[in-house]
């Protein structure tokens, strides 16, 4: 099956600073990915929609100048959480999509801002 | 709009039992798909089953099967003889048309030696 990495798997910032999360497709080519997060025992929530070349169309009530997305090639998306806070700990998951609309999950990044 | 519902927060049951999470759902398109994930403490999404709207044929994998009843809007699945591996959160997902995947709240799986 289709397989989607995350790097890192957890990361912990000092407040204030920003933090990079890389999301890639392995073996398949994903115009689109999408980009989650999940705050502990709550479901996932969508972010953002990311589409390869494009600028990324966000969620209602999502900042997209704190969450900048950046889909350069069609294997790799980039979300950079600019400016963190303590309240933006949580886990990000991507997933990317294949053409005929499936998504594949990547392992999810924990992020705690100190 | 499209909704998934997981009434279920949490279930606790002692292992060897079986247990039915449910899942019911709601959208206007025809052409839809249901999907099944496991998310042990780890955090990573398990896939377990994809349902198209058009397939309404019962599956059986293993000690998993799945009721999938349009009538009802439902997608419910169900454990036999549990396990304490079987201790996650499940969740149920829909999707139609605009690739997005619309997830429930998830149910919380525990099974008790």
């Known amino acids: 099956g289709a397989v989607v990495s995350q790097h890192p798997s957890r990361v912990i910032c000092k407040s204030g600073t920003s933090v990079k999360i890389e999301c890639r497709s392995l073996?398949?080519?994903?115009?689109?990915m999408f980009w989650y997060r999940q705050f502990p025992k709550q479901s996932l929530m969508l972010m953002a929609t990311s589409n390869e070349g494009s600028k990324a169309t966000y969620e209602q009530g999502v900042e997209k100048d704190k969450f900048l997305i950046n889909h350069a090639s069609l294997t790799l998306s980039t979300l950079t959480v600019t400016s963190a806070h303590p309240e933006d700990s949580s886990f990000y998951i991507c997933?990317?999509?294949?053409?005929?609309?499936?998504?594949?999950f990547g392992p999810g990044t924990r992020l705690t801002v100190l | 709009a499209q909704k998934v519902t997981q009434a279920q927060t949490e279930i606790s049951v002692v292992e060897k039992e079986d247990v039915t999470l449910d899942c019911v759902y709601e959208?206007?398109?025809?052409?839809?798909?249901l999907f099944w994930y496991k998310q042990p403490p780890s955090g990573e999404l398990v896939f377990l089953i994809r349902?198209?709207?058009?397939?309404?044929q019962n599956e059986i994998s293993g000690r998993y099967s799945w009721n999938f009843q349009k009538s009802t809007s439902s997608f419910n699945f169900t454990i036999t003889a549990s396990q304490v591996v079987d201790s996650a959160v499940y969740f149920c997902a829909l999707t139609s048309g605009t690739y997005k995947y619309i997830f429930g709240t998830g149910t919380r799986l525990k099974v008790l030696a």
């Open positions: 073996d398949f080519q994903a115009t689109t």
């Open positions: 997933s990317a999509s294949t053409s005929w609309g499936e998504q594949f």
């Open positions: 959208t206007r398109d025809t052409t839809y798909y």
């Open positions: 349902r198209n709207s058009f397939d309404e």
